[in-house]
């Protein structure tokens, strides 16, 4: 949890020192990064789609589908 001292003395900062405050912490941040297994399976995922191109369900129809197990 934020110290509510800091909290008060950053909103407390002009609109411009506010926007660098968020833009640096930001930049702290891990920017998303994934795991290397998680990546692993998105690029078979891509490699299997662009393998079978024609090999979709529509979004209706997938839809659809979502409902019906829903309300099982």
Request: negative net charge; hydrophobic residues 40%; charged residues 35%.
């Amino acid at each position: 949890m934020v110290e509510q001292g800091l909290l008060e003395r950053a909103l407390r900062l002009d609109e411009g020192a506010r926007r660098e405050l968020i833009s640096l912490l930001q930049g702290s941040l891990d920017h998303g990064e994934i795991s290397p297994e998680v990546a692993t399976i998105i690029d078979q995922r891509v490699a299997e789609a662009d393998a079978n191109p024609d090999d979709f369900t529509p979004l209706d129809e997938f839809e659809r589908e979502v409902r019906a197990r829903r309300t099982v």
